[in-house]
């Protein structure tokens, strides 16, 4: 018999419900689940129905959200306009009109005034929180600031009630700021498609691996990369970073997951640090063969190590100057190839020609002029025989760059670059097609849309300039930007595949630009909410363009004042797990102090058995009359009444632990 399914689905009607409607979201392509707003967490219903929400409005977590919004809310929405005036008609009766109506613009700006100071001194703390965590401060910093600024402005109304200290700075940043800006993250995310970039590091002050997950995703008209989380493990197997992976993207609707980029084991390459060591060895190495010298005649002693060898190995090398000289010229080339991909924007539709430029500046160097000049393409340098000695030396280009010559997703994805679509269109739509396929295969688009796709791309190649093309500057211009402003509007459907091709990540510079900002707000004995805190809102900060470009806005102002109860419930969560763990600590010890007084029975039996031997030496004596015997018989009867008393006041205490 088929299966019947158990789930249950999110009926709209729910919404209108006066108490579920305030905090209740329905999650968009997927009927099964539902979506709090106070907590930001979405829940299955499972084959609970309406009976999972009301469970989960009852969780003492979401109470005491709810109680904060309550409390948060300005008390003129509890207010009717016809309840105040009635109210002040009644009380001012006997009153003149002009009177009632003076009396009512007094309390009316009575109360915006009292609004206002309250949300003036909010702003003013958030911008002081923005600027410790921008400027790197310890929230120590904050230890004397308010009765600073109050001597300092004795006339302000602001300074009079700014009361962030160390305390306060601390969890409106870690449960007020941060809190409001992931959700307004999740916001940009939540039904667009996004790519996921990560990377670990160890961080040597608290020595432990710190895996870092960016967001890159379409915001507005152009793509930005964002810091959205950061997780803590220990040795990083393969294993524990899938599982911790997992549970930091687990608030993310996966189905719009487009690029997971990473770095695989071949891409470790590192062409600064690579180009700071040779420089550093060849201006050390005339000191180190000196050296080494000095320990193969044994005026010093041997070190014995490995490093050493290594050293030694090279400093033997006659050629090791002319060796690493060479090496720091094909460096210097690759250099700005690397420099300029260390870049947010769209790139790869220029990778191919970049990385061809490059490659072909480096081969010139072993192969003979007339044959380099013929490797005019992709194709053609990749399907050269190195090995052919007729060109002129063997030359290995490496497996990456072998890789991304060969690769079609990226060599199709060349048709996104404008001078390449004004000088070579049907190219670009033979490209196009292939790129096309490639999102078909990833079941990002479905083949039967793709010959419309291709007619909007002829008709965008045909209506725009060459000109217009040919002024896009790569190193200056973004191309998604460029882009959405030609296509989006006027070719709507084409637009889809292009956003999502526009969005594939073409490296990892920005997770490692993101552990330099790491060591900078990284302290001792931080706690990790804390530090993923300051990297959300200093990533925020980076990305508004400084301090005074963050919109502070109502919502806000809101999340900050809820701060402090967030943090009293966080606290009490806590408490709560930390009495749990005593509570199976305890239990645990109580179950080893058990299987000990087990075993301590058991091993005491057997030595009761044992001494039971005093009866044969009793035996003994009476056959041989041997009274030696009988001293040694009642010394191991003794022994034994000893274990057996013991052992009785093992099982007893054995019995009283089991009883509790």
């Not at 084409?494 to 969005?503: D, F, K, N, S, T």
């Amino acid at each position: 018999m088929p299966k019947t399914s158990n789930k249950t689905y999110f009926d709209e009607l729910w919404l209108k419900d006066e108490r579920l409607g305030q905090w209740l979201q329905q999650v968009p392509k997927d009927r099964t689940c539902f979506r709090c707003k106070l907590c930001s967490k979405v829940l299955k219903l499972s084959n609970m129905g309406i009976e999972a929400i009301k469970s989960h409005e009852s969780n003492a977590k979401h109470r005491g959200l709810a109680a904060v919004a309550v409390a948060a809310a300005p008390i003129q929405s509890f207010l009717q306009p016809s309840t105040l005036s009635s109210a002040l008609g009644e009380s001012q009766s006997h009153a003149s009109s002009s009177t009632t109506e003076l009396s009512i613009t007094a309390t009316s700006a009575a109360s915006n005034l009292g609004v206002f100071n309250d949300d003036a001194h909010t702003r003013a703390e958030i911008l002081w929180v923005l600027k410790i965590i921008d400027s790197n401060y310890s929230f120590n910093s904050s230890e004397c600031v308010p009765l600073l600024l109050q001597s300092m402005f004795p006339d302000s109304e602001v300074a009079k009630n700014f009361s962030c200290s160390e305390s306060k700075a601390r969890y409106m940043a870690t449960f007020g700021l941060a809190p409001y800006l992931l959700e307004l993250l999740m916001e940009k995310v939540k039904d667009d498609c996004f790519v996921l970039l990560f990377d670990e590091s160890l961080i040597k002050k608290v020595q432990q691996k710190q895996l870092d997950i960016y967001l890159r995703f379409w915001n507005g008209n152009e793509v930005q990369s964002r810091y959205f989380t950061s997780i803590f493990m220990g040795h990083a197997r393969a294993v524990d970073i899938e599982e911790d992976l997992k549970k930091g993207i687990e608030s993310l609707h996966k189905a719009n997951l487009l690029q997971l980029s990473m770095d695989g084991p071949n891409v470790k390459w590192k062409v600064f640090e690579d180009l700071q060591s040779e420089i550093q060895f060849l201006e050390v190495l005339p000191d180190l063969r000196k050296y080494t010298l000095f320990v193969m005649e044994k005026k010093l002693s041997d070190p014995h190590t490995k490093s050493f060898d290594t050293v030694k190995s090279g400093c033997q090398d006659l050629l090791a100057e002319a060796k690493l000289n060479f090496a720091l010229t094909l460096a210097k080339q690759v250099q700005p190839f690397l420099t300029k991909y260390q870049s947010d924007s769209p790139l790869l539709p220029f990778l191919v020609s970049d990385l061809l430029e490059m490659l072909n500046s480096i081969v010139s160097k072993f192969l003979t002029a007339e044959f380099a000049a013929q490797l005019k393409t992709c194709t053609q340098l990749s399907k050269v025989d190195l090995r052919n000695r007729s060109y002129h030396k063997q030359v290995d280009l490496g497996f990456s760059a072998e890789m991304y010559l060969q690769s079609a997703e990226f060599s199709s994805i060349s048709c996104l670059d404008p001078h390449f679509i004004a000088q070579s269109p049907d190219a670009c739509k033979t490209l196009l097609t292939r790129m096309l396929k490639s999102l078909v295969d990833a079941k990002r688009l479905q083949g039967s849309v793709c010959d419309e796709f291709l007619q909007q791309f002829e008709h965008f190649m045909r209506s725009v300039l060459s000109s217009e093309l040919l002024q896009f500057k790569p190193g200056q211009d973004r191309l998604d930007i460029f882009l959405h402003d030609k296509i989006c509007t006027p070719y709507p459907k084409l637009w889809m595949a292009v956003r999502m091709a526009l969005l594939l990540s073409h490296g990892q510079a920005t997770i490692e630009r993101g552990f330099s900002v790491n060591k900078e707000v990284v302290i001792e004995n931080q706690q990790t909410k804390s530090l993923i805190a300051r990297r959300l809102i200093k990533d925020h900060i980076i990305q508004a363009g400084g301090i005074l470009q963050v919109s502070i806005t109502k919502q806000m102002m809101i999340s900050v004042r809820s701060a402090r109860s967030r943090y009293s419930q966080y606290l009490a969560d806590k408490k709560e797990c930390e009495v749990k763990e005593r509570a199976q600590m305890k239990r645990k010890a109580e179950l080893d102090a058990i299987e000990e007084l087990r075993m301590k029975t058991k091993r005491l039996k057997s030595d009761i058995d044992a001494l039971h031997i005093s009866v044969k030496y009793a035996e003994k004596c009476e056959t041989t009359g041997d009274l030696t015997y009988i001293a040694k018989s009642n010394s191991l009867r003794r022994t034994a009444d000893e274990k057996e008393e013991e052992l009785k006041k093992v099982n007893e205490e054995l019995d009283a632990k089991i009883e509790k």
